[in-house]
């Protein structure tokens, strides 16, 4: 267990920890700042533990696996937690849920075949944008920020379409060959 799938197994951990301080109130009013920290945070490991698995050539199969899940299991469960709290609606989250099945899909049929799909570049800027998206809308300053969260639910939603039409494009000969 070297240190980047440390930090990934670390962001999953704080997931729930995360949940629990969206969806309760037993802080009070430092629920909100507090799940903030946690999933600020679990978004810098995400950061990390891609950097140092590739400089320093730790790079693992699981890595490889746990990483995107680890993603999706953080921001899937900041916006579902967000529907509780009436920051987004139930149409968004799904349409970015459903994007998410569609990869894992294509990505176990992939593995099925002995094909490892990489994580695109949109794939990426999709989830920065959920990120900042996520810390914008937790963190509710109001004022022209209400404006910037706004345009990032949108850019996000763009981003999850973008992201998994080239994702589809570019594999869809892994579909043909799993016998599909």
């Known amino acids: 267990m070297n240190l ?3 930090l990934t197994v670390l ?4 997931v729930p920890f995360f949940v629990f301080f969206m969806l309760t109130d037993v802080g009070g009013a430092a629920n909100k700042w507090i799940a903030l920290i946690l999933f600020a945070a679990a978004s810098l490991t995400d950061l990390l533990d891609g950097k140092i698995a590739r400089a320093r050539g730790l790079v693992t199969n699981f890595g490889k696996f746990m990483d995107p899940l680890a993603d999706k299991l953080l921001v ?6 967000m529907i509780s709290t009436g920051q987004l609606t ?5 349409i970015i849920i459903a994007r998410e099945f ?3 899909g294509f990505r176990l049929v992939a593995a099925d075949n002995g094909i490892v ?4 570049y949109w794939g990426k800027f999709k989830t920065v944008a959920q990120m900042f998206m996520v810390l914008v809308l937790i963190a509710d300053l109001g004022g022209v920020f209400d404006t910037v969260g706004t345009v990032l639910i949108w850019v996000s939603l763009i981003l999850t379409i973008v ?3 080239d994702y589809v ?5 892994v579909l043909t060959q799993g016998g599909m």
Do not use: D, H, T
């Open 4 to 6: 980047p799938n440390k």
């Open 11 to 14: 962001r999953v951990i704080m």
């Open 76 to 81: 899937c469960s900041a916006m579902i937690c």
């Open 90 to 94: 139930a149409w968004f989250v799904i």
């Open 102 to 104: 569609i990869i894992s």
């Open 117 to 120: 799909i990489a994580a695109s």
């Open 163 to 165: 992201s998994l039409v």
């Open 169 to 173: 494009v570019k594999n869809i000969q």
